[in-house]
């Protein structure tokens, strides 16, 4: 039997060492064993996290457990150490994490076959696994922060992993710079917690939360948020998001759906005490989560790229996330993030089987018909829309619909809008299968020819995400629905300082009823909508020349928000910068330096005057010379 | 005998033959003039050296004497020597013409 402490290390231990044994060996290990490593090394770490989940459910009592391995900074009052805290919601996303990206992981081996940075690729994933570990796992602020910036630099290396292309490069740093803002509101937030309670561990942290001023508070929260923004693509953060997906397929789901951009919720959702304890905070995340839920969804009606429509599907569901949060349902936001992980995953790997299979296209008015040439693909992607719309009994169904139901409960506004936006969800996505699997081929004929169902090493990650994503949601099904919600029991100990402070609202069995029954009702008729549309009458989305509407020519170019960024930011800073060249390098610092290295110059044009080379000379200065020495020693 | 010559006489004229030294180290061009002017003034303090050594019944001023003649026949060879070098690449002994040691 391994001890408790030892397993809790081993989570985070097994990518570092397949990330250290791979990164070193790149140009020796063949594919097949750096496969071997890299998902073997998941597979474990994955392992110990379930014997964790399985002895945190079956404890009964405290469920958290804590395992400092060393001290790492020690300065004056200033103690951290690298320390591990293991509670339900760590424990749920380290099997998020690792489950997910397990599965990731083999998909890749059938996904990047034959790449040249093949060895290079694992070694980023492995690395990108063990820093997210990082970020679920410490029990302070420290190595939550080493963990963020960690995951930061692995979307960085993934995005513009094939580096040759140089918009790949700058889909990259755009990636690094938004999140480096971020980033920036994170740590400011990070150190205003120290000043205020000094200490950064949770623990210490929540328990002196409740005696703290609550402008401070709202103040520390707001730049924690700050820094969830970035990470997990909020507005005004949020354009980076799209542009990432130039990275490789299975890097879009694990870093950019799954995982990585989930980090801000886990953030907000961790530090749910203080955030109930700052209103103002939590509305302003009622407010940006909701605006972007619907900002984004507007904007993937209109995206012919099916990475594109997945990735802004992606930012507006996190959207929907944050607003679950602010509305003080941790619990829902956590669960819609599970099930999301699940779906999300699954639709990306799909879309990347698809890409695979027609060799790199990605416009979906190139594919069309291929129900019929990847059955299992279709298939699996097909549980995906359902799951990710809302259909029961997937697992979109129950997260999304707990979401609706507190936002209804708050406010019938905030539910108004936040079901406008999945009802929009519906209908990309709807949009997005009917193009891509229904009708007729629109590939070339060529590449038709060649089509071919995806390895198997990319179907069977299909089809287990496919099976968690249709049966993921009853881990929650609401007790209106005659479930117990499981997963809200499971969590509760995590939450349980926050509710108490957050205004209740519940909702009759039967108010659930009608609203789940008006979702459904509505979903199908969209779906109806679609159906016809992009099926029935074979409506194509027109190319860019061809939009005549002006609020489809808005949305097909994103509301022009990075031309306004563009404008906004990047011209000015690049105008500061050019200001900065001409006025202060070229003419202040060059002009200082040249000035320090003409005047050496002409004190030297001086000096040398007295090397004339005249021995007259030399011997009539050493005669003075000799007589002033010899004048002066007489005087003393 | 020596000792009826006053000590002022001797120092009047190993200075002026010092000085003699210097002015023609100074002023002439001639590397052999100025060699000579060097021993010149190496003999001016070789006469006071002796003198002093007498008025003061002291041997060592003479010991000295006998240090510098030594060490003067040595540099006379070495700056001869010099010279005739300095003749056969230069076709010349005017000092002004070794004026290519600078900047």
């Given at each position: ?44 770490s994955f392992i110990a996290s379930l014997s964790l989940f399985i002895h945190l459910v079956s404890t009964d009592g405290v469920r958290s457990i804590d395992v400092a391995l060393f001290t790492w ?539 004339n080379g005249s021995l007259g000379y030399y011997i009539f200065a050493m005669v003075i010379g000799i007589a002033l020495l010899l004048g002066f020693a007489g005087r003393y | 005998m020596i000792n ?100």
């Amino acid at each position: 039997m391994v001890s408790i402490d030892f397993l809790v290390s081993f989570v985070p231990l097994f990518p570092l060492l397949g990330f250290l044994f791979v990164a070193f060996n790149t140009k020796r290990f063949t594919e097949g064993f750096t496969a071997v490593v890299a998902c073997g090394s998941v597979l474990a770490s994955f392992i110990a996290s379930l014997s964790l989940f399985i002895h945190l459910v079956s404890t009964d009592g405290v469920r958290s457990i804590d395992v400092a391995l060393f001290t790492w900074i020690s300065a004056g009052d200033f103690t951290t150490s690298i320390s591990f805290l293991i509670d339900p919601l760590s424990s749920l996303m380290l099997l998020i994490i690792t489950g997910v990206g397990f599965l990731i992981h083999v998909y890749s081996i059938g996904y990047m076959h034959d790449d040249p940075g093949f060895n290079r690729f694992f070694s980023y994933l492995n690395l990108f696994v063990f820093f997210m570990l990082l970020l679920v796992m410490g029990d302070n602020y420290l190595v939550m922060f080493i963990g963020w910036e960690g995951v930061g630099l692995c979307s960085y290396l993934l995005i513009g992993f094939w580096f040759k292309n140089q918009a790949y490069n700058d889909a990259a740093n755009k990636a690094f710079i938004m999140n480096r803002i971020g980033d920036l509101g994170m740590l400011l937030g990070i150190i205003l917690i120290f000043i205020n309670f000094g200490s950064i561990q949770y623990a210490e942290v929540f328990s002196n939360a409740t005696n703290a001023n609550t402008s401070t508070l709202t103040l520390i929260t707001i730049l924690l948020f700050i820094g969830a923004m970035g990470k997990s693509a909020q507005i005004p953060l949020y354009t980076w998001l799209p542009d990432a997906m130039a990275g490789p397929t299975p890097v879009s789901a694990l870093i950019h759906a799954a995982t990585m951009v989930t980090a801000g919720v886990y953030m907000v959702a961790r530090n749910n005490l203080l955030y109930a304890l700052s209103p103002i905070a939590m509305e302003l995340i009622v407010i940006v989560g909701l605006a972007t839920a619907l900002f984004a969804a507007t904007i993937a009606l209109t995206q012919n790229d099916i990475k594109k429509v997945l990735a802004y599907s992606t930012v507006s569901q996190l959207g929907l996330m944050f607003l679950a949060l602010g509305l003080g349902a941790f619990t829902g936001g956590i669960f819609h993030m599970a099930t999301h992980a699940f779906f999300k995953a699954l639709l990306f790997l799909g879309a990347g089987s698809v890409i695979h299979a027609l060799h790199h296209e990605q416009d979906i008015r190139k594919m069309g018909g291929l129900r019929k040439h990847l059955p299992v693909t279709y298939l699996t992607f097909l549980i995906g829309v359902l799951a990710i719309s809302g259909i029961p009994p997937f697992a979109g169904f129950f997260s999304k619909d707990e979401i609706l139901a507190s936002a209804f409960a708050h406010n019938k506004i905030v539910w108004a809008i936040a079901l406008l936006a999945s009802m929009l969800t519906v209908f990309y996505m709807f949009r997005l299968l009917f193009l891509t699997f229904f009708g007729n081929p629109r590939a070339s004929h060529d590449s038709i020819s060649h089509i071919h169902e995806s390895p198997q090493s990319i179907t069977m990650p299909l089809i287990a995400l496919a099976v968690l994503s249709a049966i993921g949601g009853f881990m929650g099904i609401p007790e209106a629905l005659g479930g117990s919600h499981w997963l809200g029991e499971f969590l509760s100990p995590v939450f349980a300082a926050s509710q108490p402070l957050l205004e209740e609202h519940h909702l009759s069995h039967s108010t659930e009823y009608i609203l789940m029954a008006a979702v459904v009702v509505l979903t199908a008729m969209i779906i109806g909508y679609a159906y016809s549309r992009y099926v029935t009458k074979k409506h194509l989305p027109a190319s860019e020349g061809q939009i005549t509407n002006p609020a489809q020519r808005i949305l097909y170019h994103k509301y022009y928000i990075d031309e306004i960024y563009d404008l906004l930011i990047v011209k000015p800073v690049y105008w500061i910068s050019e200001q900065f060249y001409s006025v202060v390098e070229k003419s202040g610092i060059d002009r200082l330096v040249n000035f320090s290295g003409r005047s050496v110059e002409s004190g030297s044009k001086l000096a040398r005057l007295l090397q004339n080379g005249s021995l007259g000379y030399y011997i009539f200065a050493m005669v003075i010379g000799i007589a002033l020495l010899l004048g002066f020693a007489g005087r003393y | 005998m020596i000792n009826s010559i006053p000590i002022n006489y001797y120092i009047w004229l190993s200075a002026t033959l010092f000085t003699i030294g210097v002015l023609g180290v100074l002023y002439r061009r001639n590397a052999i003039i100025i060699f000579m002017c060097i021993e010149l003034m190496l003999n001016a303090v070789n006469l006071l050296m002796v003198a002093f050594s007498s008025y003061l019944n002291d041997a060592s001023g003479q010991v000295f004497v006998f240090f510098i003649m030594a060490v003067a026949a040595a540099e006379v060879a070495v700056g001869l020597a010099i010279l005739v070098l300095m003749y056969r690449n230069t076709k010349t002994i005017d000092i002004n013409v070794l004026n290519r040691l600078k900047w």
